[in-house]
């Protein structure tokens, strides 16, 4: 039931609770207690309904969907639950009433940074549709003391500081420790007759570590259902006698959830990762397991009751984990085991590059859970068992979940699991043809494509008012409800004035956004320019360097011609490089010097700027995407599972730049290929290369002057203030052959680029298409994806009736 509070009663609320927590006025009140008090009391309105939402579910005996994720990127809460509990204007006004600014308190939230990018990002708009569609559905991970690492800049060098997120508390927590487990680590492990016959384990020197858990309200739109995430702490468990425990003891368990791995695309085999991925695993099946019985008799009824989601393979040991509980302290016999906890759990893949997907050396899992091990060492034997006679046995054996002395999680999470599914249709096509082929052949039916989604609500209700309003205008609220509806948009799509209202609206965004870029980091951009916007983790395969080649290629024809006509851009990055990606760093400095060189040569002036905003997050994404009129999504065909930053972008209006990969492909057949800027080699051209091994790097140099130009300046000190970093990228493209054909997408780029600058003078032309992608976003809303699990994965019931496509 949603709650109804009067603009008074807020007034008269606000007040007490500033006085009870900090005993003063409302206008004495530093802006950070401000924030505090607010938090407190949009949790105090909603705290009811995630209790009734609770008590129902378990009344209902619904379904209940348990989503685990290493990494949730919710950034900030304030305003998105203000907006689902439809409280936004009304607490706006009352603030106003009291001389206070919403926007301005709302500034004092720290981010929740506990992700790296976008499957933890993902999670989060998850977590925002499933209690708006009405699924039961909560979110379990960790609770990691110190987010992703801040990044500054440092003479154009990427630096890493700590973030301390928690260092003023967390307001929208609960700490549960009365729902704490014990998580097992270590030791010595061997089985054991009882003496009704079976096989018990016995354990000797193990190490315990006590999970206590966090809970977070899910708040959904208009409050139809809250839900949990439930986010899992390390502490000492209370039966060690704290004065006997040594500094060491006490430092490996405070390190399970210390910090937050920063690297989001090469595997690396971390003995503390294990750590974090059998503790969180662990303690989410325990407290899953505990409350089913609390509320059912029958655990063999468990898949009917409760799905669990593995997001990525880091959650994987769920499988042996609820295995344990059901073999070893259940006494349930493995085959009904296995049958119960394989029907519990599905898996989503995220990755196509082959250097990202898990594996753990043996040694390492039967060092530091040896049980699991065990019990991962008895599917993988009962795998061949059933496989052989059945399939070839190469196959068999390079599909097996232990091989090459190691446990290959992936393979672990499809075997165990009753759906696999890629997170767009090119995504999950090249997981069938390749990535997991062989796992495919055995069992086709798990296999299944679910696209990505966003949540709407926090990218255009709440980040974009002015777009959103314009929109209601003419549809009315309904859209709000139901994306689909956003395409009521193409109705005006000959409508001038409306056209220069949108164009009205983006002109406003992109001044708040300069505004902003002024403040913070000193830089006057030109708001008449087209902002191109390429706002992601730094990654080779993204191919930042080719979107930097273009603005070296821009430079020089200015500089060559100064008096040329040039229609102005503004280049705006924003992304973090893993600390150990040595590659991506020198991308970074030579992208800070480029910009430099650039934004201080008065020759260039308000014609070409470039803008590298450090520290990107979630809430400097809601201030860049608004204003953007260039979305570049231009990673080498194949490599990029689906995007999400492109959906965003479009939904603000902004057009793609962009190559036929992941969820681009979606967006331009939603939009209309006319509406967007398509370029460079096809997933099929790059295989094609692969098989035939015949892309030549330094054929494609030779073929073109104005490349040569570009590779030059990186290494000819035209570039001030540059070391090393300009010979990395030259030898990556030339001495290593360009493993991401970058100089291969060259020239359809810049003649793309070069489109778009023609383009973009004609603003009612621009408008249009902005329209178009506006109009076509509805498609991708998260809501209708998690429906979409929710029918043909979990099986999970919702209440929204959403017109499914
Ligand atoms: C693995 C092992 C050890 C340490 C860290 C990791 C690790 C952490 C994060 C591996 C991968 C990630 C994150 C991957 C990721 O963000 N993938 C992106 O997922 C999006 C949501 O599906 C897609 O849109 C992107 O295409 C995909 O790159």
Same mark, same amino acid.
């Given at each position: 039931?949603?709650?109804?509070?009067?603009?008074?009663?807020?007034?008269?609320?606000?007040?007490?609770?500033?006085?009870?927590?900090?005993?003063?006025?409302?206008?004495?009140?530093?802006?950070?207690?401000?924030?505090?008090?607010?938090?407190?009391?949009?949790?105090?309105?909603?705290?009811?309904?995630?209790?009734?939402?609770?008590?129902?579910?378990?009344?209902?005996?619904?379904?209940?969907?348990?989503?685990?994720?290493?990494?949730?990127? =919710?950034?900030?809460?304030?305003?998105?639950?203000?907006?689902?509990?439809?409280?936004?204007?009304?607490?706006?006004?009352?603030?106003?009433?009291?001389?206070?600014?919403?926007?301005?308190?709302?500034?004092?939230?720290?981010?929740?940074?506990?992700?790296?990018?976008?499957?933890?990002?993902?999670?989060?708009?998850?977590?925002?549709?499933?209690?708006?569609?009405?699924?039961?559905?909560?979110?379990?991970?960790?609770?990691?003391?110190?987010?992703?690492?801040?990044?500054?800049?440092?003479?154009?060098?990427?630096?890493?500081?700590?973030?301390?997120?928690?260092?003023?508390?967390?307001?929208?927590?609960?700490?549960?420790?009365?729902?704490?487990?014990?998580?097992?680590?270590?030791?010595?492990?061997?089985?054991?007759?009882?003496?009704?016959?079976?096989?018990?384990?016995?354990?000797?020197?193990?190490?315990?570590?006590?999970?206590?858990?966090?809970?977070?309200?899910?708040?959904?739109?208009?409050?139809?259902?809250?839900?949990?995430?439930?986010?899992?702490?390390?502490?000492?468990?209370?039966?060690?006698?704290?004065?006997?425990?040594?500094?060491?003891?006490?430092?490996?368990?405070?390190?399970?959830?210390?910090?937050?791995?920063?690297?989001?695309?090469?595997?690396?085999?971390?003995?503390?990762?294990?750590?974090?991925?059998?503790?969180?695993?662990?303690?989410?099946?325990?407290?899953?397991?505990?409350?089913?019985?609390?509320?059912?008799?029958?655990?063999?009824?468990? =898949?009917?009751?409760?799905?669990?989601?593995?997001?990525?393979?880091?959650?994987?040991?769920?499988? =042996?984990?609820?295995?344990?509980?059901?073999?070893?302290?259940?006494?349930?016999?493995?085959?009904?085991?296995?049958?119960?906890?394989?029907?519990?759990?599905?898996?989503?893949?995220?990755?196509?590059?082959?250097?990202?997907?898990?594996?753990?050396?043996?040694?390492?899992?039967?060092?530091?859970?040896?049980?699991?091990?065990?019990?991962?060492?008895?599917?993988?034997?009962?795998?061949?068992?059933?496989?052989?006679?059945?399939?070839?046995?190469?196959?068999?054996?390079?599909?097996?979940?232990?091989?090459?002395?190691?446990?290959?999680?992936?393979?672990?999470?499809?075997?165990?699991?009753?759906?696999?599914?890629?997170?767009?249709?090119?995504?999950?096509?090249?997981?069938?043809?390749?990535?997991?082929?062989?796992?495919?052949?055995?069992?086709?039916?798990?296999?299944?494509?679910?696209?990505?989604?966003?949540?709407?609500?926090?990218?255009?209700?709440?980040?974009?008012?002015?777009?959103?309003?314009?929109?209601?205008?003419?549809?009315?609220?309904?859209?709000?409800?139901?994306?689909?509806?956003?395409?009521?948009?193409?109705?005006?799509?000959?409508?001038?004035?409306?056209?220069?209202?949108?164009?009205?609206?983006?002109?406003?965004?992109?001044?708040?956004?300069?505004?902003?870029?002024?403040?913070?980091?000193?830089?006057?951009?030109?708001?008449?320019?087209?902002?191109?916007?390429?706002?992601?983790?730094?990654?080779?395969?993204?191919?930042?360097?080719?979107?930097?080649?273009?603005?070296?290629?821009?430079?020089?024809?200015?500089?060559?011609?100064?008096?040329?006509?040039?229609?102005?851009?503004?280049?705006?990055?924003?992304?973090?490089?893993?600390?150990?990606?040595?590659?991506?760093?020198?991308?970074?400095?030579?992208?800070?010097?480029?910009?430099?060189?650039?934004?201080?040569?008065?020759?260039?002036?308000?014609?070409?700027?470039?803008?590298?905003? =450090?520290?990107?997050?979630?809430?400097?994404?809601?201030?860049?995407?608004?204003?953007?009129?260039?979305?570049?999504?231009?990673?080498?065909?194949?490599?990029?599972?689906?995007?999400?930053?492109?959906?965003?972008?479009?939904?603000?209006?902004?057009?793609?730049?962009?190559?036929?990969?992941?969820?681009?492909?979606?967006?331009?057949?939603?939009?209309?290929?006319?509406?967007?800027?398509?370029?460079?080699?096809?997933?099929?051209?790059?295989?094609?290369?692969?098989?035939?091994?015949?892309?030549?790097?330094?054929?494609?140099?030779?073929?073109?002057?104005?490349?040569?130009?570009?590779?030059?300046?990186?290494?000819?000190?035209?570039?001030?203030?540059?070391?090393?970093?300009?010979?990395?990228?030259?030898?990556?493209?030339?001495?290593?052959?360009?493993?991401?054909?970058?100089?291969?997408?060259?020239?359809?780029?810049?003649?793309?680029?070069?489109?778009?600058?023609?383009?973009?003078?004609?603003?009612?032309?621009?408008?249009?298409?902005?329209?178009?992608?506006?109009?076509?976003?509805?498609?991708?809303?998260?809501?209708?994806?998690?429906?979409?699990?929710?029918?043909?994965?979990?099986?999970?019931?919702?209440?929204?009736?959403?017109?499914?496509?």
């Amino acid at each position: 039931m949603a709650n109804t509070v009067t603009k008074k009663q807020f007034i008269e609320d606000y007040q007490n609770e500033i006085q009870s927590l900090f005993a003063e006025d409302v206008n004495k009140a530093s802006v950070a207690n401000q924030y505090h008090a607010l938090a407190q009391l949009v949790k105090r309105y909603s705290n009811r309904q995630w209790t009734s939402s609770i008590k129902k579910y378990d009344i209902d005996k619904q379904k209940q969907v348990y989503y685990f994720s290493i990494e949730f990127l =919710p950034g900030r809460y304030l305003k998105p639950n203000l907006l689902n509990m439809n409280f936004l204007e009304m607490v706006r006004e009352g603030l106003q009433d009291l001389g206070l600014d919403l926007d301005v308190i709302a500034e004092q939230e720290p981010d929740q940074g506990l992700g790296n990018g976008g499957l933890g990002r993902l999670a989060s708009d998850f977590m925002d549709s499933m209690p708006s569609i009405g699924l039961a559905a909560h979110g379990n991970g960790i609770r990691y003391r110190y987010g992703l690492f801040r990044q500054v800049f440092v003479d154009g060098y990427q630096s890493e500081l700590p973030d301390d997120w928690l260092r003023n508390g967390n307001d929208w927590e609960i700490r549960r420790e009365d729902h704490a487990v014990v998580v097992r680590f270590g030791g010595n492990v061997y089985l054991q007759q009882t003496e009704s016959g079976h096989m018990e384990p016995v354990y000797e020197n193990s190490e315990d570590i006590l999970a206590v858990p966090y809970d977070n309200a899910m708040i959904g739109a208009g409050e139809l259902e809250t839900n949990n995430l439930r986010l899992w702490s390390a502490e000492l468990p209370h039966s060690v006698d704290n004065e006997y425990v040594t500094p060491e003891v006490r430092s490996r368990v405070k390190a399970i959830c210390r910090d937050l791995y920063p690297d989001d695309s090469t595997y690396d085999g971390r003995i503390l990762r294990l750590r974090q991925e059998y503790f969180f695993s662990s303690a989410g099946i325990q407290s899953i397991v505990r409350h089913f019985l609390d509320h059912h008799d029958d655990i063999t009824e468990l =898949p009917k009751y409760v799905a669990v989601h593995i997001n990525d393979t880091h959650p994987t040991l769920v499988i =042996p984990e609820l295995m344990r509980i059901l073999v070893d302290d259940m006494g349930i016999d493995w085959e009904k085991a296995w049958d119960i906890t394989t029907h519990t759990m599905t898996y989503t893949n995220h990755t196509l590059l082959a250097e990202a997907l898990e594996t753990w050396p043996i040694d390492a899992i039967k060092t530091e859970i040896p049980r699991i091990y065990q019990i991962i060492d008895e599917i993988n034997r009962r795998f061949f068992m059933e496989m052989q006679g059945k399939f070839d046995d190469n196959l068999i054996t390079s599909i097996a979940p232990i091989g090459d002395g190691s446990i290959r999680m992936a393979y672990l999470a499809v075997i165990g699991s009753s759906s696999v599914n890629g997170v767009a249709p090119l995504h999950s096509d090249l997981l069938q043809k390749d990535v997991l082929k062989g796992l495919y052949a055995i069992s086709p039916e798990k296999f299944n494509n679910k696209t990505n989604g966003i949540a709407l609500r926090r990218y255009v209700h709440e980040a974009n008012e002015p777009l959103a309003k314009l929109i209601d205008s003419k549809l009315g609220k309904v859209w709000r409800d139901q994306p689909m509806a956003i395409d009521g948009l193409t109705a005006y799509a000959d409508d001038d004035q409306f056209l220069q209202e949108l164009a009205k609206v983006k002109q406003a965004n992109k001044r708040a956004f300069a505004k902003f870029i002024d403040d913070k980091l000193d830089i006057q951009i030109n708001t008449d320019a087209i902002f191109d916007v390429q706002i992601k983790r730094l990654h080779a395969y993204k191919r930042q360097v080719l979107h930097l080649f273009y603005i070296i290629t821009e430079y020089h024809r200015i500089k060559a011609n100064p008096k040329a006509d040039f229609t102005p851009r503004v280049h705006i990055f924003g992304a973090k490089a893993a600390p150990s990606y040595y590659y991506a760093k020198s991308v970074i400095k030579v992208i800070n010097e480029v910009a430099n060189m650039i934004n201080n040569d008065p020759e260039v002036g308000d014609k070409l700027k470039v803008v590298f905003i =450090p520290n990107y997050s979630v809430s400097i994404a809601e201030k860049i995407i608004p204003a953007a009129d260039i979305s570049e999504q231009i990673s080498t065909a194949g490599k990029e599972a689906s995007g999400t930053s492109n959906m965003k972008l479009m939904a603000n209006g902004a057009l793609l730049a962009a190559t036929l990969d992941g969820a681009n492909i979606d967006i331009i057949k939603a939009a209309g290929r006319e509406n967007e800027y398509v370029f460079g080699l096809t997933t099929a051209e790059v295989y094609k290369y692969y098989e035939n091994n015949d892309y030549s790097a330094q054929a494609e140099y030779d073929r073109n002057p104005e490349l040569q130009r570009v590779l030059n300046s990186l290494i000819d000190g035209s570039i001030p203030n540059i070391q090393s970093e300009g010979w990395d990228i030259h030898d990556s493209m030339l001495r290593d052959n360009d493993q991401y054909f970058v100089l291969a997408d060259y020239a359809d780029y810049v003649k793309t680029q070069d489109q778009i600058s023609h383009d973009y003078l004609d603003k009612k032309a621009w408008t249009k298409k902005s329209l178009a992608n506006i109009a076509a976003s509805g498609a991708f809303s998260s809501d209708y994806t998690v429906a979409r699990y929710a029918d043909e994965i979990w099986h999970a019931p919702y209440a929204k009736d959403l017109q499914l496509l």
